[in-house]
């Protein structure tokens, strides 16, 4: 969900909008609720938290796992869930990621 920015097979996304490298948590949301219209379905969602294709240096790259934190208790809340991670997050676009943001980023589902 969102744009992950860079450049990955011929798509350029170096100049693009960069409100749109931040998916919010009503946009997983509304995901999560189409997806679970599927019956016997299973899903994960990949949701821009900053996260770019192609060559970065460590520090060019501001990924905001807080992002993924946030939609899973927002999701949590609506649908009235036990689990701290109902949603199940996939992480596209790792180039230049500091270790720890990546890290913060899986404990978050």
Do not use: W
Not at 13 to 36: C, G, H, K, M, W
């Amino acid at each position: 969900l969102g744009v992950t920015g860079g450049e990955e097979d011929g798509v350029d996304n170096t100049d693009i909008d960069s409100s749109r490298l931040y998916t919010q948590p009503e946009e997983v949301f509304y995901a999560y609720e189409q997806l679970s219209q599927v019956e016997n379905g299973a899903f994960t969602c990949a949701a821009s938290f900053g996260n770019v294709h192609g060559v970065y240096a460590p520090g060019n790259v501001d990924l905001q796992p807080k992002i993924l934190m946030n939609s899973q208790a927002y999701i949590k809340e609506k649908i009235g869930s036990d689990s701290d991670k109902p949603m199940k997050f996939v992480f596209h676009g790792g180039s230049g990621s500091d270790v720890s943001d990546i890290q913060e980023a899986i404990g978050y589902g």
